[in-house]
């Protein structure tokens, strides 16, 4: 327990003490002493002689202590906030490394449809192929890299500003050269399109892009269509439209399935002819009523050899009667009915035979009406004199003369329109009215 309580430092000592002899032990304590009062004596000596040095190390001591206490400070204060701050900023850098290392590769692989183009261009046609054969296996290797469909949509966009270009410099003041143009232009270049997004995306399974791109500019195509074709009053000039219309979705159906042709028909031109027969009818009402308002009624010597339809033969069906001429606001009706009765015949739809022959139904009960009211407006036929003739003989040529030839001249543009127009004649039963009940 003795052993057990003694530092460990002085075991070394005490085992000595042990070993000395009972006189040597007595001494000890002056020898202790002794070494005491010589170690004290060297150390007063030594601090005499190195007092300075032991002061400024006191000093140097202290100020060490408290810089190490700011340091220790400093380094909890770097631990806890500028270290994760430090650590972001040199993530970030090293992700903007790698996002230039990236952007270099897209910029070159972004550079390819202008490369190519320019290859083509130039009629570099191996180094065409090369890239070609590059951006193939790029895709085949890597079909599902964003990268890969970045630069099919670029290619896209590129192709659209291109395409746009294009069609801003059609002149739009030229309805008819427009769309010529713009039909042209689509049906040249939407395959070669897409032919070349095949080289630059090739990939079976993902067509998605492309689709939607494509049914943009059938889309675009049948807008424009919409919009300039009401600005066209010729029928010839509407009918060569929708024979290249159909071609072109013929073609682009035939060579990459982008068929539109179903979507032509009905409504955009069916639209197109119905509102310009109803423009040509209305100005044909339009002018019998001027006509009619101004007109003096004298009578006009009668045309020699004349006949209800003229000189015969198919044409003469929609030629306007030499008798009318004695009737000039009939004669201006006729007129604007035979042309828009010529207008429509080269691009009359099937559909439309119904439709129209309600329109020039509704445009020959327009002018029995006008009669009507013109008699209750004027009284003309209450006269008793030369007017009151002349107005009575004007609308028995209406209804004789000028209802059955303008059914003849839409049975010219339809089979079997004549009879549907004739089968209405009762919606001018006004007229027949008056002239049986003047008529002597």
């Known amino acids: 327990m003795m052993e057990s309580s003694i530092p460990q430092q002085h075991h070394a000592y005490v085992s000595e003490l042990l070993s000395f002899p009972l006189a040597r032990l007595h001494k000890e304590p002056e020898l202790l002493r002794l070494d005491r009062d010589r170690i004290q004596s060297q150390l007063q000596d030594f601090m005499a002689g190195n ?70 261009r130039d009629e570099n046609y191996d180094e065409a192929l090369e890239l070609a054969a590059f951006v193939r296996k790029l895709s085949t290797m890597h079909p599902k890299l964003a990268l890969v469909r970045d630069l099919a949509e670029h290619f896209l966009k590129c192709r659209q500003a291109w395409l746009t270009g294009m069609l801003e410099d059609l002149d739009e003041g030229n309805p008819d050269e427009y769309l010529k143009g713009m039909i042209g232009c689509h049906r040249k270049h939407l395959v070669d399109i897409v032919n070349q997004y095949v080289l630059v995306n090739y990939d079976e399974n993902d067509g998605g892009l492309l689709n939607s791109w494509l049914l943009h500019q059938v889309t675009s195509h049948l807008k424009t269509l919409k919009i300039f074709l009401p600005e066209i009053s010729d029928g010839v000039l509407l009918s060569n439209i929708l024979e290249e219309s159909m071609y072109c979705g013929m073609v682009l159906g035939r060579v990459i399935g982008l068929d539109f042709r179903a979507m032509l028909i009905f409504p955009i031109f069916e639209e197109a002819v119905a509102n310009m027969f109803s423009n040509n009818v209305s100005r044909a009402i339009e002018g019998f009523q001027l006509v009619l308002d101004s007109h003096r009624w004298v009578p006009i010597p009668a045309i020699a050899n004349s006949s209800v339809h003229g ?62 009211t013109y008699n209750a407006e004027t009284g003309i036929l209450l006269r008793e004199n030369k007017e009151s003739e002349l107005f009575l003989s004007l609308c028995q040529a209406f209804i004789e003369i000028t209802y059955p030839h303008c059914a003849k001249g839409f049975g010219c543009c339809y089979t079997g329109g004549a009879a549907l127009v004739m089968d209405a004649k009762s919606s001018c039963d006004g007229i027949p009215r008056i002239v049986k009940t003047v008529s002597p």
């Open 311 to 372: 000189g015969g033969g198919d044409d003469d069906l929609i030629e306007p009667p030499y008798c009318l001429m004695e009737h000039p606001p009939l004669a201006v009706f006729v007129n604007g009915v035979a042309a828009a009765m010529n207008e429509l015949r080269p691009c009359a739809p099937l559909s439309l035979k119904h439709v129209l022959a309600k329109e020039l139904i509704k445009g020959l009960k327009a002018v029995s009406d006008y009669l009507m």
């Open 51 to 120: 007092y300075r040095a032991l002061v400024y190390s006191a000093h140097t001591s202290l100020s060490v202590q408290d810089q190490l206490s700011s340091v220790d400070k400093d380094l909890k204060s770097l631990t806890l906030e500028k270290i994760p701050t430090l650590t972001n900023a040199c993530t970030k850098f090293v992700d903007t490394l790698e996002t230039m290392n990236k952007m270099n590769q897209t910029q070159h692989l972004l550079e390819i449809p202008q490369l190519m183009e320019a290859c083509v």
